[in-house]
């Protein structure tokens, strides 16, 4: 899969769209059924997360895409990670000094994760109708490796994988 088509499998702007109508909804409920503070909490949460997500993303892109259009390396991005998160933490603690709900918050702060998942979701492959379902005694669900998402890697020779064994048991 080209860099292309990675980055045009899943656009920020869908995340941000489903998540500034998660915290639309979330702020107009609050402040109609819990408090104004609360809302003001929340609203103040996802407004920090939506500025922290942006940044991920873009450590993202110069990480996975690094030499590409000029982009720099991991270099730079891991330390934009150490500031935004000792910047994230002073504005949190300001916020709470100055009175702002502490479970709105962390509830604003977290609703960018309902829309990832949902932008995800949605901009996942299509299912292909004509694929054949693999029957359940065929040898390639062997060769595969559910927790890593790859092919098993084969071991060099039989007696390696039975020293392997040995070292397990």
């Known amino acids: 899969m080209s860099t292309t088509n990675l980055r045009d499998a899943m656009q ?3 995340v941000l769209s489903w998540n500034l109508a998660f915290a ?3 702020c107009a409920a609050s402040y ?3 408090s104004p503070r609360f809302a003001m ?3 103040l949460g996802a407004a920090l997360e939506v500025v922290n997500f942006r940044s991920i993303w873009s450590s993202c892109e110069r990480i996975f895409f690094a030499g590409e259009e000029g982009m720099n ?3 730079p991005a891991v330390g934009a990670f150490g500031v935004r998160f000792i910047l994230l933490a002073v504005v949190l603690f300001f916020a709470l000094q100055a009175g702002i709900h502490p479970a709105g918050l962390l509830i604003g702060l ?3 994760m309902p829309a ?3 932008a995800a979701w949605r901009a996942r492959p299509a299912i292909d109708p004509s694929a054949q379902a693999l029957p359940d005694d065929d040898p390639s669900w062997d060769a595969w490796n559910p927790w890593l998402a790859r ?3 084969p071991a060099e020779s039989d007696d390696d994988a039975n020293a392997n064994d040995e070292v397990l048991s």
């Open 32 to 34: 109609a059924l819990v």
């Open 41 to 43: 909490g929340l609203a």
């Open 110 to 112: 977290s609703l960018i």
């Open 116 to 118: 990832v998942v949902l």
């Open 151 to 153: 092919e098993v890697e």
């Open 73 to 75: 390396g991991a270099g």
């Open 12 to 14: 920020q702007s869908s």
């Open 24 to 26: 639309g909804s979330a």
